[in-house]
């Protein structure tokens, strides 16, 4: 059992920055692949990026490549999401998931509650 709880979303003025933080419970956090997503008004969710279980590989969605990257903390069974050159279209409710490999995150059975992220323009 893995519970995720998200933080760091805000409001940001387009063109900063933001560090998102996944913090995971339980003892088999380094075993789980961990993801971000999002998700805006009437639209559908989308992959934002994601990491192995070692943190050697890492994936980004198109949209995001070049400004965010995804990290983690085996130690401190956190994962992070540092979000730079922010747009107005990144704006969305970000959340974060769990899943025993890369490829199964979009149907992952952890997430977390999601975190706001509004950039203005």
């Known amino acids: 059992q893995v519970q995720l709880v998200e933080s760091g979303g805000g409001l940001v003025q387009a063109g900063g920055s933001l560090r998102l933080s996944c913090a995971a419970s339980?003892?088999?956090?380094?075993?789980?692949?961990m993801g971000w997503f999002r998700q805006a008004p009437g639209k559908e969710r989308e992959f934002v990026a994601a990491?192995?279980?070692?943190?050697?590989?890492?994936y980004y969605g198109d949209s995001v490549k070049g400004r965010f990257t995804i990290a983690r903390d085996n130690v401190k069974n956190t994962v992070y999401l540092q979000m730079n050159s922010l747009k107005p279209e990144d704006a969305a409710v970000y959340y974060c998931?769990?899943?025993?490999?890369?490829?199964?995150?979009?149907?992952?059975?952890?997430w977390g509650q999601g975190t706001q992220v509004t950039v203005s323009s």
């Open positions: 998931a769990a899943a025993q490999t890369v490829a199964t995150l979009n149907y992952a059975g952890y």
């Open positions: 339980g003892r088999t956090f380094s075993s789980y692949a």
């Open positions: 990491i192995s279980w070692s943190g050697g590989s890492t």
